[in-house]
């Protein structure tokens, strides 16, 4: 698997990146197709609101998982956006296993 984590507004520190990684292993040893994993980290500064924001674009075989959070501590939106993730991630995993099923079901009785 290939990760990049870059910052917006924001440094990305070596603990950032060792958090992230470690939140997005998780996620590998579910599912082993992950070919690319783009992590963006970003501080937002509006009138409105303020808070810290953490965005995934996981590329696998078959389909293309994005998951986002907003929170005001970025710790608590990169453990939002992995469990987002997560639950995408077993979702796919589930209609990749339905339809290999559906699949054997439907050959040919000789």
Do not use: N, W
């Not at 078959?62 to 987002?84: Q, R, T, W």
């Amino acid at each position: 698997m290939h990760l990049t984590i870059s910052g917006h507004h924001i440094e990305v520190s070596p603990a950032l990146r060792a958090y992230v990684t470690a939140k997005l292993d998780k996620i590998t040893s579910h599912f082993d197709d992950v070919v690319d994993t783009k992590v963006t980290l970003s501080v937002e500064k509006h009138k409105e609101k303020d808070g810290q924001r953490a965005e995934c674009t996981l590329h696998t075989k078959g389909a293309d998982l994005f998951a986002e959070s907003s929170h005001a501590d970025l710790y608590v939106a990169i453990d939002d956006m992995a469990a987002k993730l997560e639950r995408q991630v077993m979702r796919h995993k589930e209609k990749i296993q339905d339809h290999s099923k559906e699949a054997a079901k439907r050959a040919p009785i000789a």
